[in-house]
């Protein structure tokens, strides 16, 4: 944690130089107050309008009577409704139903229906039914049963269109339904197709949970000195968040020194080394819902880098620049693979499977592979107002790996980064 404003910090007995740099992402006016969001008001209403009417747009398309989601990110995104969602991705007990043609609906906790006030998207307000096993019990069946009577009165009732999306449901609540006479759809698709085109206000809001998330990253930076461990410089980043607005962090992507090779360990309580890389993806939720999807790699107490740690963050660095300078508007995933930086063979066996993906209130469709492990037979098009990161992870036998990753909004022009957390020198 930062002790004040001068031009040095003690930690852990060790003079640390700050980085001018990454310093200025920190709050202008004290490291130890949170960062306040400027985004208005009118901002986050526009954006919640903006995204139901997305979905919508696509149960038009898809002539799609109705909507059923369970995913928390598919609900928050729908009405900006946030209620306990990581105990929901796995207690699947609040949903949501909005009608082509009738009203949108969530069905909340009883007892919680107070979360949803002012939302401007929700026509009405029910108590869920929940049949999972850790509240149901001996008790699931009834209460399946009475589930999907609702939900097939609520359709019958307005319009009465039985393709019905779901983005995702226990094989029994499929099974009522279809015995109702509905037709299931992929919500989920319909959900991330719908979530894939951004609106210049979630650019806003979006661009506010990268600020914040740079701002974690400084006090990672800041603390990444012998004597800590992987966990201690993983911290600054969930309090920075959390204190700011933020979420949750998907992930616990930070290691250094040989456990940052093969890649996917968890921070643990290994102590850093003074020269070791720190390599970490933050997969950061933030204010307003946005993810924050960055990496970047240091070395621990801020030394020059040795011989290999240059070669490979210089690889990882031309990975990135690469592909962020060939993507435009109109080309299609194929072109993409065709065009984009070919990893040398001595690094393919560490490699990162993902060139670039999308990303909203989490990461998102697109997900295009690497070449080596590209399907040319994975079909669509990068289009205008789409947020994709570009990502780079470098690796050989015996080195520690290299992990690079920036947040793009896709102009007519081609990437533009969101992100500007600085690379470090080499």
Not at 217 to 246: C, D, K, Q
Not at 266 to 288: A, L, N, W
Request: proline share 5%.
């Amino acid at each position: 944690m930062l002790r004040d404003d001068n031009a040095s910090v003690e930690l852990t007995g060790s003079t640390v130089f700050k980085d001018e740099r990454k310093q200025a992402y920190l709050n202008p006016d004290g490291a130890d107050r949170p960062l306040i969001s400027p985004v208005p008001a009118a901002t986050l209403d526009r954006a919640r309008r903006y995204r139901l009417e997305r979905l919508r747009m696509k149960m038009r398309e898809w002539d799609c009577g109705a909507l059923l989601l369970y995913d928390p990110v598919n609900i928050r995104y729908a009405f900006d409704s946030s209620n306990m969602s990581i105990w929901t991705m796995h207690n699947p007990s609040r949903y949501a139903l909005i009608l082509a043609d009738g009203p949108a609906i969530i069905f909340e906790f009883e007892g919680a229906e107070h979360v949803n006030d002012g939302l401007p998207g929700i026509d009405e307000i029910r108590p869920s039914k929940s049949w999972i096993f850790f509240t149901a019990g001996n008790l699931i069946e009834p209460r399946l049963k009475a589930w999907a009577d609702e939900i097939a009165d609520i359709v019958k009732g307005n319009g009465g269109n039985r393709r019905i999306a779901v983005d995702r449901l226990e094989p029994a609540g499929a099974f009522e339904l279809t015995e109702r006479g509905f037709t299931l759809l992929d919500g989920q698709e319909l959900a991330e197709r719908a979530r894939s085109i951004k609106s210049a206000d979630e650019i806003e809001l979006m661009s506010w949970t990268i600020r914040v998330c740079e701002a974690g990253m400084a006090r990672m930076y800041e603390v990444s000195e012998p004597g800590r461990t992987e966990r201690e410089i993983w911290a600054e980043l969930h309090f920075e968040n959390a204190r700011s607005g933020g979420e949750w962090l998907e992930t616990k992507l930070l290691t250094s020194g040989p456990r940052t090779n093969p890649w996917y360990q968890e921070c643990s309580d290994y102590v850093v080394k003074r020269g070791e890389m720190i390599s970490f993806d933050t997969d950061m939720i933030g204010p307003y819902g946005y993810c924050a999807d960055l990496s970047r790699s240091w070395t621990c107490g801020h030394v020059a880098m040795n011989t290999k740690q240059r070669e490979i963050y210089a690889a990882a660095r031309d990975q990135i620049e690469h592909n962020l300078s060939i993507i435009r508007p109109g080309m299609t995933f194929r072109e993409f693979n065709e065009r984009s930086w070919r990893i040398p063979e001595k690094y393919q066996p560490y490699r990162y499977t993902l060139a670039l993906h999308g990303t909203g209130m989490a990461d998102e469709w697109p997900g295009v592979l690497l070449h080596p492990d590209f399907d040319p037979d994975f079909s669509g098009v990068i289009e205008e107002n789409m947020v994709l990161n570009v990502e780079s992870l470098i690796a050989e036998a015996g080195s520690e790996s290299i992990k690079l990753e920036t947040q793009a909004l896709i102009t007519s022009r081609g990437a533009e980064r969101l992100d500007s957390f600085p690379w470090e020198e080499v």
